[in-house]
């Protein structure tokens, strides 16, 4: 392992900065900082945190007896920029400047890219963002909602999908840029997309409001009365954006959005914990065979990854509706800083090439 290049992963959170080291593909440091209300209070902006933030990873990587070892890239969570096709960006003084002054919305993750581009200066490494957020790789048939006002949008677990895909097409024996998968990726959010020969084609904006209903966010809801909810002087506008995300789906109709205490209840026979426990595998399972209709059914693989995964239960019934499609593959959990220490090896070692934010 020691010819393997050092690769330093930050993905920085509201009130946390994870970090990693990697030689080559394997982790061999792993730490998540923790920093008080009281220390982010002095800062106004986001942006404002990364002198901060960049001195406490320092320190650890310094303590950890990484001061004196040669970083060869540094890759940062990707944050709310402009919509790109998914890869390996570089980062540059552009995607920097766009992300300081939050030119398209201040989210925790747009500290990653200017992280590692100011510690990658240090070092003299190139800094790199991996996936990040806003990948739109959408055909534009599938931009169509049926109201021109209302194009339907690509945002969902870009890193995450891709990094399972990659594997799932591993594990077929073949490259992620010559299968067809369906990937659901199930979490507190759940986004089921389309991977068409190395592009996301078609996915559900499971930020906002499409798709299956999940364990805190409604999903595609009945127009009609949705609309006739709004104007009906019960709920605010605020109040109703919470119920469409926070307080939707499993939460609303039980109560808890703890899936663990969900299934022990599902699975005691309690009702109407199993039926709705169940019927949202029924919508992923829809979700899903719907997907396969974008390639008249000629899928290689469909893939199930997210937090929820890791229940049998609940993958199992989505294999029940869906087995018929092709095989079923499992990757429970996300392996984020995993993914991004990937994206980073593969421009190292000449898989692939790093684009270009211009």
Known sequence: MGNEPLILVINPGSTSTKMSVFEGPKEVYTKTLYHSAEELAQFEHISDQLDFRVSVIEQQLAQNGFADRR???????????????????????KMVQELREARY?????????????KIGQEHGAPA???????????????????L??????????????KAVARKAA?????????????VAHMGGGITVGIHKNGRVVDVNNGLDGEGPYTPERTGTL????????????????????????????????????????????????????????????YQVAKEICALAAVVSGKVDGIVLTGGVAHSKVFTGWI??????????????????????????????????EAKEYD
């Open 319 to 352: 294999r029940e509706r869906v087995e018929f499609l092709a095989p079923v593959l499992e990757f429970p959990g996300e392996e984020e800083m995993e993914a991004l220490a990937l994206g980073a090896y593969r421009v190292l070692t000449g898989e692939e």
């Open 222 to 281: 009945p127009v009609g009365d949705l609309i006739r909810l709004c104007y009906s002087g019960k709920y605010t506008r605020s109040e109703m954006l919470k119920k469409n995300k926070g307080q939707g789906g499993v939460v609303a109709y039980l109560g808890t959005n703890d899936m663990r205490e969900v299934e022990k209840r599902a699975l005691a026979g309690e009702q109407p914990w199993r039926l709705v426990y169940e019927g949202m595998a």
């Open 148 to 161: 021109p006002e209302l194009p339907r949008k690509s945002i969902f677990h870009a890193l995450n999908q």
């Open 170 to 182: 591993a594990r077929l024996g073949k490259k992620y840029t010559d299968v067809t998968l369906i």
């Open 71 to 93: 970083i060869d890239a540094v890759v940062g969570r990707g944050g709310l920029l402009r919509p790109l096709e998914g890869g390996t960006y570089r980062v540059n003084e």
């Open 128 to 146: 790199f963002i991996v996936d990040p957020v806003v990948v739109d790789e959408l055909e534009d048939i599938a931009r169509l909602s049926g």
């Open 105 to 117: 919305g201040e989210h925790a993750s747009n500290l990653g890219a200017i992280i590692a581009y």
